[in-house]
């Protein structure tokens, strides 16, 4: 006959069981931190990788609410962190044992206000090893699995196998949440080190179910967490070992690798396997990742840009694809004209973001020749983001001059934070008529009031725009005056943000009169960040002009006490 079980364990045995459901309750586990120390060092021993999950969560959450059920003293507090420490460092190197030595001290992501020395802070966070650890894990099975020929599915619908789910103390029920690879990323993506790790799987993974929803964020989260045990070389090893050419019969629909720190060889493998793919893939986002002089290792089908090569009858995987996102990848002039060509795998693109790269005049002028043949084709281009590009008024007049009269309209345009200045207020004004342009955002182009001046002076008497940002543009008194008589001219007109214009007191009384007695469609007009201007008192009439209940016009909370002028 077998050594009968004590009550004290059989308790810790049900506490054990209790804790290492998914049900996500706190209130019982509570009390277990008034355990004397003794019970409490032995219950810990019991638990799961699960279980101590859920009472390390209750501990933090009675910090946070202030509640004082679960220790009663501050230094009680640090013993139960420092026992919970203790016990997931024996976890740890129990799963990892060839790890254990490889583990840099590092500064824990949330440090308890009760630990205040510099040793406390640079410690391991045990807690936090385990769970990204665990979920690289997870990460590199469902990889293989998607990667797969076969594989049709969604992401969020990948299954862990039992011997993970077992390691944590996971219930192997395949009708479990944590069977599917959404729990652990909701659940455990917290733990990766790098905010834009932990941002991506926590704001980007969303499991659509009805959506394919992009075998690469697979990449993008496995490349993140590579870098945090400083593989040498995170993309490219992660890349091998994913296998690149697998994504030829997947049916992608977005890739998003977004400041992976890729580089260009591996930027051309991507880009090449998307080619060569018969995936329908809509969206393509490469950005912040520094790949200068990548686009001149691409193929050119043709040295020579004519109406022809521009044909929706192309084939391959970028044939679908009406997204393109290659903000901040340091693109020169020199690569805008192999952009160009690049540009011509694209037939369907209908948003071209290439903001925030040196393209520089000569950068734009290479790329004019596409534009034209993109905005006036069968499936015409119509949202282009020039944005911090090292534009002058010399090419974006040139660029203007040449689509205007194009038989597509274009539906946006953004050429903020570039140095244009008053100049291209004629242009502009010249551009929106025959246009039909909806969206513009000319923010902190340098107009000033004369920019303004021209502007106004040449707007026409109809503009289809819904939504405009002429902010930070030192526009004074012109710049109110434009508005008043844009929103006439635009029945349209949804949004305009006018913020930051150094706007003088009188513009409240030519912005107000102008927009009550022409609201149009008008939800919003954005006036913070010109201090002069703040709301009357008594409140005027311009209070009783609303939509939906919130004020149309949006004013300065406060004065400004600070001198306000315009010198630097």
Not at 114 to 130: A, L, M, N, P
Not at 162 to 174: E, F, P, Q, R, V
Not at 304 to 325: A, K, M
Not at 502 to 509: E, N, V
């Amino acid at each position: 006959m077998g050594d009968v079980p004590s009550l004290t364990s059989l308790c810790m045995k049900a506490i054990s069981l209790a804790a290492s459901g998914t049900d996500g309750g706190f209130d019982d586990l509570q009390d277990v931190f008034d355990l004397p120390s003794d019970l409490f060092d032995a219950l810990l021993m019991h638990l799961s990788p699960l279980a101590m999950e859920k009472l390390q969560a209750a501990l933090c959450c009675g910090d946070m609410d202030g509640s004082d059920t679960i220790g009663t003293t501050e230094e009680n507090k640090r013993g139960r962190y420092d026992e919970l420490s203790r016990t997931w460092e024996a976890l740890f190197k129990v799963r990892w044992p060839e790890n254990d030595q490889k583990m840099p001290r590092i500064r824990l992501i949330e440090v308890p206000a009760f630990v205040g020395s510099h040793e406390d802070k640079e410690r391991i966070d045990w807690h936090q090893r385990y769970w990204e650890s665990h979920l690289q894990e997870c990460l590199d099975e469902a990889s293989e699995k998607a990667l797969l020929p076969s594989f049709d599915g969604c992401i969020k619908e990948i299954g862990i196998s039992n011997a993970l789910l077992d390691s944590i103390g996971c219930c192997k029920d395949k009708h479990n949440v944590c069977a599917k690879l959404s729990y652990h990323c909701q659940h455990f993506g917290i733990y990766a080190r790098k905010t834009r790790c932990a941002s991506f799987l926590t704001e980007k993974l969303e499991f659509q179910a009805t959506c394919h929803r992009i075998n690469v964020y697979v990449y993008k989260m496995s490349f993140s967490l590579q870098e945090q045990v400083k593989c040498s070389s995170p993309v490219s090893c992660k890349m091998s070992s994913l296998g690149i050419s697998n994504l030829k019969p997947m049916s992608l629909r977005a890739v998003k690798l977004c400041d992976v720190g890729m580089g260009p060889r591996i930027a051309n493998l991507v880009f090449d396997a998307l080619h060569i793919s018969s995936s329908l893939l809509t969206s393509l986002d490469i950005s912040d990742d520094n790949l200068a002089g990548w686009l001149s290792k691409i193929p050119r089908e043709s040295n020579t840009f004519t109406p022809s090569t521009l044909s929706s009858d192309s084939v391959g995987g970028l044939t679908s694809l009406s997204v393109l996102n290659l903000r901040g990848n340091n693109l020169g002039e020199d690569d805008a004209e192999d952009l160009k060509f690049a540009l011509l795998r694209m037939p369907r693109l209908k948003q071209l973001d290439i903001s925030d790269n040196p393209l520089t005049d000569a950068g734009l002028r290479s790329l004019i020749p596409y534009f034209l043949k993109s905005i006036d084709g069968p499936d015409p281009l119509s949202d282009i983001r020039l944005e911090n590009c090292g534009l002058s008024s010399s090419a974006v007049v040139q660029f203007l001059d040449s689509i205007q009269s194009l038989r597509m309209p274009l539906h946006s345009l953004s050429l903020a934070d570039n140095n244009l200045g008053s100049c291209v207020g004629v242009p502009l004004a010249r551009f929106l008529e025959p246009s039909r342009l909806r969206r513009l955002n000319i923010e902190d182009v340098g107009l000033g009031p004369l920019g303004f001046q021209e502007l106004e002076r040449g707007l026409p008497d109809h503009v289809d725009l819904v939504w405009v940002n002429i902010s930070k543009n030192r526009g004074r008194m012109k710049a109110a005056e434009f508005l008043a008589k844009l929103f006439p001219s635009a029945p349209e007109l949804a949004a305009v943000n006018a913020g930051f214009n150094f706007m003088p007191a009188d513009s409240l009384r030519v912005i107000g009169d102008a927009l009550y007695r022409f609201p149009g469609k008008l939800q919003r007009v954005d006036l913070t960040g010109n201090a002069n201007l703040r709301a009357p008192s008594p409140p005027s009439v311009l209070s009783d002009i609303r939509f939906r209940g919130k004020p149309v016009l949006i004013l300065p909370s406060s004065p400004s006490t600070a001198a306000y002028d315009d010198d630097p």
